[in-house]
């Protein structure tokens, strides 16, 4: 039977907060992708900054998850415009897990809530064209019989 790890139960995710983050590239532009994502996170997602958000993501970017998907930028925009009029306090707090191979980015955020999000993202001169959000909110721990 094949297990699904938790998150509790993976290194880089159950890490302090103030540990350094696990970070592996395999090239000089992927590793420039992975800090254009943290502008994206820590800078245009956390200060509200919408002009920076809008220029980390090409105009015709594909974003799917929260179960939603959107096609372009100003759909983008829109959804992010309306998540943080929803949860105003969401902010991503580090990013404990980032790894890039060519034009693909994972990188998983400790969110202000409590919750992880990853983020699949395929990079095209600078700018993200595709998006793949993930979600994990925490819950109660499994009984030890099921560990």
Same mark, same amino acid.
């Given at each position: 039977?094949?297990?699904?790890?938790? $998150?509790?139960?993976?290194?880089?995710? &159950?890490?302090?907060? @103030? %540990?350094?983050?696990?970070?592996?590239?395999?090239?000089? =532009? /992927?590793?420039?992708?992975?800090?254009?994502?943290?502008?994206?996170?820590?800078?245009?997602?956390?200060?509200?900054?919408?002009?920076?958000?809008?220029?980390?993501?090409?105009?015709?970017?594909?974003?799917?998850?929260?179960?939603?998907?959107?096609?372009?930028?100003?759909?983008?925009? $829109?959804?992010?415009?309306?998540?943080? &009029?929803?949860?105003? @306090? %969401?902010?991503?707090?580090?990013?404990?897990?980032?790894? =890039? /191979?060519?034009?693909?980015?994972?990188?998983?955020?400790?969110?202000?809530?409590?919750?992880?999000?990853?983020?699949?993202?395929?990079?095209?001169?600078?700018?993200?064209?595709?998006?793949?959000?993930?979600?994990?909110?925490?819950?109660?721990?499994?009984?030890?019989?099921?560990?």
């Amino acid at each position: 039977m094949h297990e699904t790890p938790s $998150a509790a139960r993976i290194p880089a995710l &159950s890490r302090p907060a @103030d %540990a350094p983050p696990v970070i592996v590239a395999d090239s000089d =532009a /992927a590793r420039r992708n992975l800090e254009l994502f943290d502008e994206l996170d820590f800078e245009a997602w956390n200060g509200r900054d919408w002009d920076r958000f809008h220029e980390l993501h090409a105009d015709h970017v594909h974003v799917s998850g929260f179960g939603q998907t959107t096609d372009g930028i100003d759909d983008h925009l $829109a959804w992010a415009r309306g998540f943080v &009029s929803q949860v105003p @306090d %969401a902010k991503v707090l580090a990013h404990p897990l980032q790894i =890039a /191979a060519g034009d693909w980015t994972v990188v998983v955020g400790s969110n202000s809530d409590g919750s992880k999000a990853a983020t699949i993202a395929r990079w095209e001169s600078g700018q993200i064209v595709e998006e793949y959000l993930f979600v994990l909110m925490p819950g109660p721990a499994a009984p030890e019989s099921q560990r």
